[in-house]
């Protein structure tokens, strides 16, 4: 299987990556890409285009301009492939990921985790918000754990991450229940000097009652600038093995990419564009 990641965070595209970039994906990404208001959200959403071609290429060793990518009704990336490889891609914060694999359906899903910004609201607020979302077991692992706030956070969004990853591998987007899914934490907080560690002890109840899928959640913090961190989680088939992302940059991605039509040139309209935008 395959895991990747690329921080996006402090990339100042160059007009020449940005052009060379738009020859790798299709019209009608370019034209979504092409809508956002702020540059940080079209730099995510063109990163994420291209890790799914570069993923592709790697997994597949076909040239990554020769993938049709369809999307579900309810906007879920896939190819028709014979090979059957499923691939799921997540942006948030510094971070856009990806994981594929040959072993059946796959989600993923990232979310900060620890960060040196103020929460704008009290841990309290958002669980309260959120009652509804989260099961009594899941509340406490939140809350009761630690009194440092900071640790209530990083549970927090520890758990929403791997409620968010189930419902990406489901495909769904929203709709689904979210307390349907109860997650029994077995380990709980990383090993701070393992910067490799994978947890894949974390089980997950549906509806009050073991999942009956072959399931298995992995889950793995990624260093950030200024001792900041977030937090990835994967879900996939047991069959699958268990293993640490690789970090890429823009230049690995855009050298793993291939324009979709050679003869054709960039167009400096997305430049252009792109320029546009406003920067948050
Ligand atoms: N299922 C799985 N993956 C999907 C998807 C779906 N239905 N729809 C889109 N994706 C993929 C796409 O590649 C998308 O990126 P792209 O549009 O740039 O290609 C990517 O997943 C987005 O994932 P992520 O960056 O993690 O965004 P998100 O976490 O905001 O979105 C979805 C997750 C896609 C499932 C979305 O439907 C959603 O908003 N879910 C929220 C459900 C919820 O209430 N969660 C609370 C958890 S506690
Ligand atoms: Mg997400």
């Known amino acids: 299987m395959f895991r990747f990641y690329v921080n996006c965070h ?51 060793q076909r040239k990554s301009s020769s993938f049709e990518i369809r999307r579900t009704e309810y906007g879920r990336p896939f190819i028709d492939s014979p090979e059957k490889f499923d691939f799921n891609l997540s942006h948030h914060y510094h971070l856009v990921c990806i994981a594929g694999t040959f072993h059946g359906l796959i989600g993923c899903d990232t979310m900060e985790y620890r960060v040196n910004t103020k929460p704008r609201e009290s841990i309290e607020s958002l669980t309260d918000l959120l009652r509804n979302e989260f099961t009594k077991n ?42 349907r899914m109860n997650f029994c934490i077995q380990t709980d907080d990383f090993d701070e000097s393992d910067a490799q560690q994978v947890l894949s002890d974390t089980k997950l109840e549906l509806d009050n009652a073991p999942l009956k899928d072959d399931l298995r959640f992995d889950e793995q913090i990624i260093p950030l600038e200024n001792n900041e961190q977030q937090i990835i989680a994967v879900c996939l088939s047991n069959k699958n093995s268990c293993q640490p992302f690789i970090e890429l940059t823009i230049a690995d991605i855009l050298q793993g990419c291939s324009p979709l039509d050679e003869t054709k040139q960039a167009d400096e309209k997305w430049w252009k564009n792109f320029q546009t935008m406003k920067i948050k």
Request: with cysteine; glycine share 4%.
């Open 10 to 60: 402090n990339w100042t595209p160059s007009q020449n990556e940005w052009l060379q970039a738009t020859r790798c994906i299709t019209q009608t990404e370019l034209e979504r890409i092409h809508k956002f208001v702020f540059q940080r959200d079209a730099k995510f959403a063109l990163a994420g285009q291209l890790l799914i071609r570069y993923l592709l290429a790697q997994a597949l």
């Open 138 to 179: 899941e509340y406490d692992y939140i809350l009761k754990k630690s009194s440092d706030v900071n640790v209530h956070f990083r549970h927090f969004y520890r758990i929403w991450c791997l409620k968010e990853s189930y419902v990406k591998w489901l495909g769904c987007g929203i709709g689904f229940t979210l307390a």
